[in-house]
């Protein structure tokens, strides 16, 4: 996966390597959510259809579906902060780095990568169940993650013009509770869907 | 009569909503003028779309709870004809807007947040129609339907009030709220919200009916067939 973000970035770099002078920090801003966001579909997809059958009926005699799902979430997040931590630092690296307020872009990073994995978990966990998983997962997820991605987005964009923090304590709170939101329904409705 | 005298009422509301809302005093707003009265039939079609998706996912818990096949039914049901209404809260959105903005879809974020919303749905009858198993497919979308409901509340009711949006009441526009819609509209505007619920309720109470009797005469079959093998 880290491989996929790196060559992603790569080829985002490349394809606007004739006109770094016109990229703007908005687009900069954007491009580099967007690769996040399928990095994250592709990362988490995995997380529930890799596994053996043998394995989940292990995992299922083993524990509660409360500690899968709650594990699940924290593995997950851990990899997309390692994910997007270093997605960002190669980015930065490769894209020039117009980012004003690296501190509140960096907790930008952390909620997102925390509610990015909690609803794609969920969902990998549905569409798992499915039999085409892989665009099933597409089709699922984009509606659902879109509200945190402009969040973010808009979060992001706040950082990148070193704007007050004061400004963007609306949208750290929205992010917030969506992030709780979706961690809360995904504790109380996985053991429903684990039962199958 | 003791059945189906809210289908009276329903019919009477929506002649008295359409008579009264064609032909009855307006306040006289900047920008909005006679248009306003397109509140009758877009905000309440959009209300009434909200509640049908409401009771919507609150038939999953349901189902979540009891495992009956009815309350799947009526959840998928209610989120079609939920689905339904906001396509007709969409065009006559995109109707008003083309004369009062100039443009039938406007880089608007609540119409962009309603646009999204509608994708959730759609994906949830992709969803339904992925599987084969009846009860492991209601068990699944049921999930998926509580799921999606938590994230459509914020991202119409809540996002875009954090923007300007160029609807009434928004970003400085002549609003709806309770000085500028008067006790004339109210007369109007509540009853089109109950009017236009309880048409979609007929609406969706009849394909529930349809789809009970489908179910039934595919046991029929099944239960007859190998009698005749047997025979």
Redesign the interface.
């Known amino acids: 996966m880290l491989l996929y973000v790196v060559s992603t970035v790569f080829v985002c770099y490349l394809s606007f390597n004739l006109r770094r002078g016109q990229l703007t920090p908005i687009v900069w801003n954007t491009i580099f959510w967007i690769i996040i966001l399928f990095t994250a579909v592709n990362a988490i997809a995995k997380s529930f259809s890799q596994e053996r059958y043998g394995r989940l009926i292990y995992y299922y005699n083993l524990c509660s579906p409360q500690a899968i799902i709650v594990s699940k979430i924290i593995y997950n997040s851990l990899i997309m902060l390692l994910l997007s931590g270093i997605g960002f630092g190669f980015y930065a690296f490769v894209m020039g780095n117009p980012v004003q307020d690296v501190g509140l872009y960096l907790i930008c990073i952390l909620l997102a990568a925390i509610g990015f994995a909690s609803v794609l978990t969920?969902?990998a966990g549905?569409a798992s169940?499915?039999?085409?998983n892989a665009t099933?997962m597409a089709?699922?997820s984009?509606?659902?993650i879109?509200?945190m991605l402009?969040?973010t987005i808009r979060l992001a964009k706040n950082a990148m013009d070193g704007l007050d923090w004061s400004v963007s304590v609306?949208?750290i709170t929205?992010l917030l509770s969506?992030d709780l939101?979706?961690i809360t329904?995904s504790y109380l409705?996985f053991p429903?869907?684990w039962?199958? | 009569m003791k059945k189906y005298w809210w289908k009276i009422l329903c019919i009477l509301i929506l002649f008295y909503v359409i008579i009264v809302g064609f032909m009855g005093p307006v306040p006289h707003q900047p920008i909005l003028n006679e248009s306003i009265r397109n509140t009758y039939f877009h905000v309440a079609l959009w209300m009434s779309m909200t509640i049908m998706l409401f009771t919507s996912m609150v038939f999953s818990f349901k189902y979540l709870r009891s495992g009956s096949l009815d309350h799947d039914d009526k959840a998928s049901e209610f989120a079609k004809g939920g689905l339904f209404f906001g396509i007709l809260g969409c065009l006559t959105g995109s109707v008003w807007a083309n004369y009062t903005w100039g443009d039938p879809w406007p880089n608007d974020p609540k119409l962009n947040g309603a646009a999204v919303g509608m994708l959730m749905y759609l994906a949830y009858m992709l969803l339904r129609s992925s599987f084969e198993d009846e009860q492991r497919k209601a068990r699944i979308s049921s999930v998926y339907n509580i799921l999606a409901f938590a994230v459509f509340i914020p991202l119409i009711y809540i996002l875009p009030r954090l923007t300007d949006s160029l609807h009434p009441g928004n970003g400085g526009n002549p609003a709806f709220s309770s000085y500028d819609m008067n006790n004339e509209m109210r007369k109007v505007f509540y009853p089109a919200i109950i009017g236009w619920t309880l048409l979609g309720v007929w609406l969706i109470e009849l394909r529930v009916r349809v789809k009970k009797i489908n179910r039934f005469l595919r046991e029929e079959v099944a239960n007859t067939n190998p009698a005749k093998v047997h025979q």
């Open positions: 969920l969902v549905i169940k499915a039999e085409n099933l089709v699922l984009f509606p659902i879109l509200p402009l969040m609306d949208e929205t969506i939101i979706v329904l409705l429903f869907l039962r199958s």
